[in-house]
Structures are given as structure tokens and as C-alpha cells.
């Protein structure tokens, strides 16, 4: 699973929790194969989830991250591959 949030909008990595904890339930486990992305990278001017936010979301789920760039395609093929 692509757990996605966007980099310019807080409230969207709060959701992020709630994904992760339905995700496990349905898949009836303690680890499913995730990986946290952080979209929007190409739009640093209006960042509005700081990388201590990230940090922290990184360290109480234990996933992997990406940031991305839809528009630009940065990351885009690296978060599918990983």
C-alpha cells in the first residue's frame, strides 16, 4: 500500500494514521508492506508538513518514505518500485 498525504495540506497526514490502522485490521495483521509518500514536493513554497512531522509519523508507523512530485514525476516510479 501507497499511504499518500499531501505536503501542503496538515490535515491530510492526520489521515494517514487512520489508513494505517484499517489497513492492518482488514488485512487481519501486525505488518502489512507500506510505505509512506509525501506528495506534492514540488510545491516547497507552500509546505505546510514540516520534516519533524514527518519524523514523527515515520517513527510510530516504523514504514519507509518518499516525497513526490505528481506534476513532475519525481519519486513517482521509485515509491511503486520500493
Known amino acids: 500500500f501507497l499511504l ?3 505536503l501542503i495540506d496538515k490535515t491530510s497526514i492526520a489521515e ?6 484499517q489497513i492492518l485490521r482488514i488485512k487481519d495483521g501486525d ?5 509512506l ?8 513554497r507552500q509546505r505546510a508538513v514540516s520534516n519533524e512531522m514527518v519524523e514523527e509519523l515515520k517513527s510510530q508507523l516504523r514504514l519507509p518514505y518518499l516525497e ?3 506534476k513532475t514525476r519525481q519519486n513517482v516510479e521509485e515509491a511503486f518500485y520500493e
Open 4 to 6: 499518500v498525504f499531501s
Open 16 to 21: 494517514i494514521y487512520r489508513l494505517h490502522k
Open 31 to 35: 505488518e502489512f508492506p507500506m510505505i
Open 37 to 44: 509518500i509525501g506528495n506534492k514536493g514540488d510545491l516547497q
Open 68 to 70: 513526490t512530485s505528481a
